[in-house]
């Protein structure tokens, strides 16, 4: 059975940290894995996409790891900001299938 | 410029009222998601469409039903809501529906059952 599993389930900061989101999956065969942002109240934005050949990419303060072999990803997020809180969703995308599987997400809260 | 768009925002329907939830796209995407929310769990996919071809998930309620008029109209209709379908729900597209095209969502309805 396909798995997305994240961790920490939650997370405080103080503004102008940084921090590390986890993601473990077990989703076969791998197609790409997503991390989406969703704001309290609203739909999950997309923040990066991972392919299987792919190691690092980052999109502004936001950079993803991925480790096919171990089936990890990350989610660094640098210098962080008031407009980080939110929940982080780890997306896994299967070849041929239209259903990505979902992680819970992580919801982080940064503090003044 | 908001490319889904769900209404209302806000539902508040009363136990075993009849309840639809709303859901347009301007993206012109083939498939179509329905997805159920509730605090701090992941979304749950309900059922979703490619093109016309409905697919419902296997432990989808039979009180949850869909309607897809065209591609730019999505409908989820609750038949007789309880007090467990209270949650966000979500409307998603893709473009083809494979990994490579990101899902769009919507900002949700949240739904409220007294």
């Known amino acids: 059975k396909n798995q997305v599993e994240q961790s920490p389930q939650s997370l405080i900061i103080l503004e102008g940290k940084n921090c590390t989101l986890q993601?473990?999956?077990?989703?076969?065969?791998?197609?790409?894995l997503r991390w989406y942002k969703q704001d309290t109240g609203r739909g999950p934005v997309s923040l990066t996409i991972m392919t299987f050949s792919e190691n690092t990419k980052s999109n502004g303060r936001y950079t993803a790891t991925l480790d096919a072999d171990t089936k990890q990803s990350s989610l660094h997020i640098t210098a962080s900001q008031l407009s980080d809180s939110a929940s982080y969703i780890c997306v896994v995308s299967s070849g041929g299938s239209y259903i990505p599987t979902f992680g819970r997400g992580t919801s982080l809260i940064v503090h003044p | 410029d908001a490319m889904v768009i769900q209404n209302p925002r806000y539902q508040v329907t009363q136990f075993g009222k009849p309840v639809t939830l709303s859901c347009s796209q301007t993206l012109n995407h083939n498939v179509m998601y329905w997805y159920q929310q509730k605090s701090s769990q992941a979304p749950k996919l309900l059922f979703h469409?490619?093109?016309?071809?409905?697919?419902n998930e296997a432990d989808t309620p039979d009180n949850f039903q869909s309607r897809r008029p065209n591609t730019s109209f999505c409908f989820l209709d609750i038949r007789s809501p309880g007090l467990g379908d209270a949650a966000m729900y979500l409307c998603?597209?893709?473009?083809?529906?494979?990994?490579?095209?990101?899902?769009?969502f919507g900002n949700g309805t949240r739904l409220t059952v007294t």
């Open positions: 998603a597209t893709s473009r083809d529906g494979t990994g490579g095209s990101p899902l769009h």
């Open positions: 469409y490619y093109d016309k071809d409905f697919n």
């Open positions: 993601c473990n999956y077990t989703v076969s065969p791998f197609s790409n």
